[in-house]
């Protein structure tokens, strides 16, 4: 079973309404997409993990094992796709949905408000956490 610290947590955490914590999936798109700064390294990894195809993964795999092989101190693939790392693992091994949908639910328990950037006037979700304009209503707060 996964543990992610915040993850199913069910005390309020400061500044975050139980409005913004309902995940869409609109906001899980953003979150995935948008929020990548604020992930924890193994969640990235587990991303690009996912963008691997099945053949992409077996070669990646194998110039990994060349790489340990070859070099002593610098595994550059295995730390983009952390093969060998078990936190990536547990989150790769939950499927791509349910991966997809753990990382989002912690970005928005552990930072809520925080980078779910919305329309002061509106109150839809805008295109990033730092943007400053609405593409629903055209607000703009600059
Ligand atoms: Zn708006």
């Known amino acids: 079973m996964l543990k992610i610290p915040g993850f199913g947590n069910t005390q309020p955490l400061a500044g975050i309404t139980a409005t913004s914590r309902l ?25 690009s993990r996912g963008g691997l195809t099945e053949h992409g993964e077996k070669t990646t795999r194998e110039i990994a094992e060349k790489e340990k092989k070859e070099t002593l101190t610098d595994f550059k693939i295995e730390r983009m796709y952390g093969f060998n790392d078990p936190k990536t693992n547990e989150l790769v091994n939950l499927g791509h949905e349910k991966m997809l949908s753990t990382i989002a639910q912690r970005l928005l328990e552990r930072q809520g408000d925080s980078i779910v950037n919305k329309c002061t006037k509106c109150n839809k979700l805008t295109r990033t956490p730092n943007a400053k304009q609405c593409r629903h209503c055209g607000h703009d707060w600059h």
Do not use: F, G, S, V
């Open 23 to 47: 995940m869409t999936d609109e906001l899980k798109k953003y979150l995935l997409e948008q929020c990548r700064q604020w992930m924890l390294p193994e969640e990235i990894r587990a991303l």
